[in-house]
């Protein structure tokens, strides 16, 4: 009888001492977050500026698109944005000015509720993706701690899911287990599921962003099925 007491007094405190999944994935992400510049480097931030490249390939490996954009965002005294870039010799533009959604092309504004919508969505995933793993810490995720894991490529890796509710995609993000830096993400969308590799990084003193991606469609079980986007973040400008 005594040895039964015993045994669940252990196992009581054993369980309390025991941090749980939510807690876990909150500890990897702070440590990521000191491995990207810190916290308060992040949370300081009046402005940011850079060059992001993307190149869109079908699956035999055909370019089907590439851009070169402009970002700025601006996070004093309200959010604000602006993405552009030149497409067959027009300049295209979209804007949040904290209040309103623009789309400029050329000297002609898209007036479109649906397409504006479209965009503003684009607009909104440039920045999620530029502010990780900072963006992690805001509420209406729950982070989840899941353990190590042996990505396809043979990296193995500290895993978080981020669960955004009912009928929203479900994300996971990929940490190295020594160094804490971001070194991927897998993402299940409604229609297709994608891992996204972080190849380099990119230096934005005191901070470090990504640098160079590589998006890849797999399949449920995380399979590669082919290469779908390339990425190239550089010439990061921070205000202070």
């Known amino acids: 009888m005594k040895n039964s007491t015993l045994f669940f007094v252990i196992l009581i405190v054993w369980t309390a001492c025991t941090p749980s999944p939510e807690e876990e994935a909150l500890d990897l992400l702070e440590k990521s977050i000191e491995a990207h510049g810190g916290k308060e480097g992040w949370e300081n931030l009046k402005g940011i500026k850079f060059q992001k490249w993307t190149r869109m390939l079908d699956m035999e490996g055909n370019v089907e698109s590439e851009l070169d954009q402009s970002h700025e965002f601006r996070f004093s005294p309200r959010f604000e944005g602006k993405i552009s870039w030149v497409k067959d010799s027009l300049v295209h533009s979209m804007t949040w000015d904290g209040a309103d959604f623009r789309y400029q092309m050329g000297v002609n504004e898209i007036l479109n509720a649906d397409f504006l919508a479209s965009k503003k969505k684009d607009f909104d995933a440039a920045f999620y993706t530029v502010a990780q793993p900072w963006k992690l810490l805001d509420k209406g995720g729950k982070l989840i ?3 190590k894991k042996t990505l396809e490529n ?10 955004y509710g009912t009928d929203s995609d479900t994300w996971w993000y990929f940490f190295d287990p020594v160094t804490y830096l971001m070194v991927g993400n897998e993402v299940q969308l409604k229609d297709h599921r994608s891992l996204v590799y972080d190849l380099a990084t990119e230096q ?30 550089s010439n990061f400008e921070l205000e202070y």
């Open 204 to 233: 934005g003193d005191p901070l470090l962003f990504h640098g160079k991606r590589e998006s890849w469609r797999v399949d449920d079980s995380g399979n590669r099925l082919f290469l779908r986007a390339e990425y190239r973040y």
């Open 145 to 147: 701690y899941e353990g």
């Open 154 to 163: 043979g990296t193995e890796v500290e895993s978080i899911r981020v669960d």
